[in-house]
């Protein structure tokens, strides 16, 4: 069997570029890893996405998702944009996740400018030099992405 299935509704797929679309304007996604006792466990996270790799905001050195990860790096990045009623679009990024210090502060920068409304963004910015050694930075390198598009319930 190849590392990642094909889609079971190829008829709803999405192309590469329109599921990085989708990763890239989500608001929040979840991170999924290979948890304690064989049972996936997500993780609610803020992100951006740049190129081929996704920016990750985590607030805690340590903790069951730094411990899951030293464990096993593979994680999936989930994300759904809903529209109107069961209507949505999602995007599932698949990689190596790894922690990266030197992207801290570029991680910082980009989680406000996606996340903050303008009338505060210059403030929070400038908290930013503050903000770095209270947060680790994790990087997932997109070695798979999928999309997927529902306009009606399912089979």
């Known amino acids: 069997m190849d590392r990642f299935r094909e889609m079971g509704r ?10 990085l679309e989708i990763l890239g304007k989500d608001v929040w996604g979840t991170v999924c890893l290979n948890g304690d006792g064989g049972y996936p466990q997500g993780f609610p996270v803020n992100y951006v996405v740049t190129g081929d ?20 790096d593979r994680a999936c990045l989930t994300v ?3 529209m109107e009623g ?3 679009k999602s995007a599932m990024a698949f990689g190596h996740i790894v922690r990266d210090d030197s992207l801290r502060e570029e991680t910082l920068g ?6 903050v409304p303008e009338p505060g963004r210059s403030d929070a910015k400038a908290g ?13 390198d997109i070695e ?3 999309g997927k598009y529902v306009d009606k319930p399912g089979r």
């Open 10 to 19: 190829k008829d709803r797929g999405l192309s590469e570029s329109e599921a």
């Open 53 to 72: 790799r996704v920016m990750i905001h985590h607030t805690c050195d340590g903790g069951l998702m730094s411990d899951l990860i030293s464990r096993d």
């Open 80 to 82: 759904v944009e809903r």
């Open 86 to 88: 069961v209507r949505s």
């Open 110 to 115: 980009r989680i406000v400018d996606k996340y």
């Open 128 to 140: 930013i030099p503050r903000a770095v050694g209270n947060m680790v930075a994790l990087r997932l």
């Open 144 to 146: 798979h992405i999928t």
